[in-house]
């Protein structure tokens, strides 16, 4: 039983891993500058810029279509002669929106439940660490899949679904966290000096917890950014002419043969923005040196 | 054994619970998948054909138990847009999913395995350093992106390949197989070389090439066989990640795989045709689970013995 519970263990913490033994960036502090660095210039481009420049992604212009980059279009255009530089740029903002939401509905169940089951052996925490090994098993495509065909394809239910199906992967990095820090000394000398459960829970343990969920909750962002433009690259985001990443990706996919340029720069967008993030949460790791 | 007997028996509930999961997900969400497609079915024939599927005049539980019995009898029920037997379709479509889906797995491996190696035993020098630069790059980029680039290079450009699914035998799954693989590799490379690098530094490496066996002896049965466990456990937990890319690979490549008909299906609202299709790729997602946790308790004999 014990190993069992050691091998499940194992499996679910390495999850919120993710390897970056980058050797140009062994300092953890360059790292974190870097990281930092990078998403300064991705927010950048991604909520101020658009509200700045007088440019509209939607603005049709059938004379220049299916220009490669050049000096005016900088990322070329597309087949309605749309500017690809500012599709791209307007498309970060529903990308992290969902995102950012999708760990938001994942992480706020997961951390609480996990806090309740790894602080008490309990009945609860033994039927709900069950129904979470099969909850695991179910792929954030296929909770998206059902839900979209129930409530319709929209940003919200993407994110939805996409959180529902990362509620598991808190709970469990969560529970072992909290079950770790509830064996420490200073809990236990809280708890013979008669300070309630609920005292515990949010003035010692959730503290120590904090700084292992921060960089997973980085590192889920990036996943769940990955995620994103993969599911609505397959049509389940929001309808066109939404400008996520994603879905210009899947509306250049039909011109891959003439224009390169249309599969290939949100597609290096993507690729920029998780590598900063997963720099970011790698980073942050390290700086705390946890192991989650 | 009994370990292992009891872990083969736990796969049971572990089942029956995921797939009461998938059954509440169609029935309790808003506006339910079955009450929304039912308002909008194109026949009063459509819809009572669909409501004597979904026993909408029993209560939840007993849906529940009724589809359960009938899916253990291998009747998955109607699609209502085809009109074909949900059971026949699911059949059809697994061959391809399983090619792809056991195909990325075993190259993942061997390209991960080597490259790890390599990077290990050429620790520190730039050959490592380019290695790792890569596995992190590759960790970021999106797998479907990647697929969309690997054709427009080896399918549009040096047409080796056929072009989104066409064409006879083997010569559609090289590309989706590559595409899926590539999900797994970087983590599998960064992973075995820091393991190799450790299991080298143990006494019963130093003690196997102290007796004069031969380098590629020592690696492949003293460290590799160490190393295998943190492998396959990783495999493992990469599983389920590795079905989600599946599912998106094969509608990338118009692939006539599980992923797809269940894609196909939650676009066209076929609630029978999406709760099978669901269930059976959440199953084959249990099963690889299972496959690897016997994998390491073979590989890892402490595991069972500590728990006798």
Not at chain 1, 24 to 39: C, D, P
Not at chain 1, 186 to 207: C, M, N, Q, W
Request: include cysteine.
């Amino acid at each position: 039983m014990a190993s069992r519970i050691a091998l499940r263990q194992q499996r679910y913490q390495s999850t919120a891993t993710v390897f970056f033994p980058l050797p140009a960036l062994r300092s953890v502090s360059l790292r974190l500058k870097v990281a930092v660095g990078l998403l300064l210039l991705i927010g950048l481009a991604a909520f101020v810029l658009p509200n700045l420049t007088p440019c509209d992604p939607a603005a049709i212009n059938p004379s220049e279509r299916m220009l490669p980059p050049s000096h005016e279009h900088p990322l070329g255009t597309d087949m309605f002669g749309r500017d690809m530089f500012s599709r791209v740029m307007y498309g970060a903002r529903p990308t992290f929106e969902v995102a950012i939401g999708a760990v938001l509905i994942g992480a706020v169940p997961g951390v609480a439940l996990g806090l309740v089951a790894g602080s008490k052996r309990s009945l609860f925490d033994q039927i709900f660490t069950q129904v979470v090994d099969a909850w695991i098993a179910l792929p954030g495509v296929l909770v998206a899949l059902v839900l979209a065909a129930a409530m319709g394809r929209s940003l919200f239910v993407l994110a939805l679904a996409l959180g529902i199906s990362s509620i598991p992967l808190f709970y469990r990095v969560i529970r072992a966290e909290t079950m770790r820090i509830s064996s420490e000394p200073y809990v236990e000398a809280a708890t013979s000096l008669g300070a309630d459960r609920k005292a515990i829970l949010l003035r010692h343990v959730f503290p120590n917890v904090a700084p292992s969920l921060l960089s997973l909750v980085t590192i889920s962002i990036g996943r769940m950014l990955l995620a994103t433009s993969a599911l609505s690259f397959i049509g389940l985001g929001a309808p066109p002419p939404s400008p996520e990443w994603g879905s210009l990706l899947a509306e250049g996919r039909a011109y891959m043969e003439t224009s390169w340029w249309l599969i290939w720069y949100p597609g290096v967008a993507i690729a920029l923005t998780t590598f900063a993030i997963f720099l970011f949460g790698n980073a942050l790791r390290d700086h705390h040196g946890c192991s989650a | 054994m009994k370990f292992i007997y009891r872990r083969l028996l736990l796969f049971v509930p572990t089942l029956l619970v995921l797939s009461f999961i998938v059954f509440l997900m169609l029935e309790v969400t808003p506006g339910s998948a079955a009450t929304a497609i039912l308002d909008d079915a194109a026949s009063d024939e459509a819809a009572a054909l669909l409501c004597a599927q979904l026993r909408c005049d029993q209560p939840l539980v007993m849906r529940y138990i009724g589809y359960l019995s009938d899916v253990l009898r291998g009747d998955f029920g109607v699609s209502i847009r085809s009109g074909r037997e949900v059971i026949s379709e699911l059949l059809l479509r697994l061959p391809p999913t399983l090619i792809v889906s056991s195909g990325a797995i075993i190259l993942a491996l061997i390209a991960g395995g080597l490259i790890g190696s390599l990077a290990a035993v050429r620790h520190g020098t730039r050959l490592d350093i380019i290695i790792t630069l890569f596995t992190s790059i590759g960790a970021s980029m999106p797998t479907f992106w990647v697929a969309l680039l690997l054709v427009s290079l080896f399918a549009v450009r040096l047409r080796w390949f056929p072009v989104f699914g066409m064409g006879d035998g083997l010569a559609p799954y090289v590309l989706p197989i590559l595409a899926v693989s590539l999900a797994l590799v970087p983590g599998l490379t960064v992973l075995i070389r820091s393991t190799v690098l450790e299991v080298r530094q143990q006494a019963f490496v130093s003690t196997a090439f102290g007796k004069g066996l031969s380098r590629e002896r020592v690696y492949l049965h003293h460290i590799l066989r160490v190393a295998a466990i943190p492998i396959v456990t990783y495999v493992g937990m990469q599983a389920v990640h590795l079905i989600g890319t599946l599912v998106t690979i094969e509608v990338l490549f118009s692939l006539p795989g599980l992923g797809g008909l269940a894609v196909q299906a939650a676009l066209d609202r076929d609630p029978m045709l999406l709760q099978g299709s669901v269930l059976t790729i959440a199953a084959i997602t249990l099963t690889i689970l299972l496959a690897v946790d016997m994998a390491v308790m073979l590989l890892d004999p402490r595991i069972i013995r500590t728990a006798e």
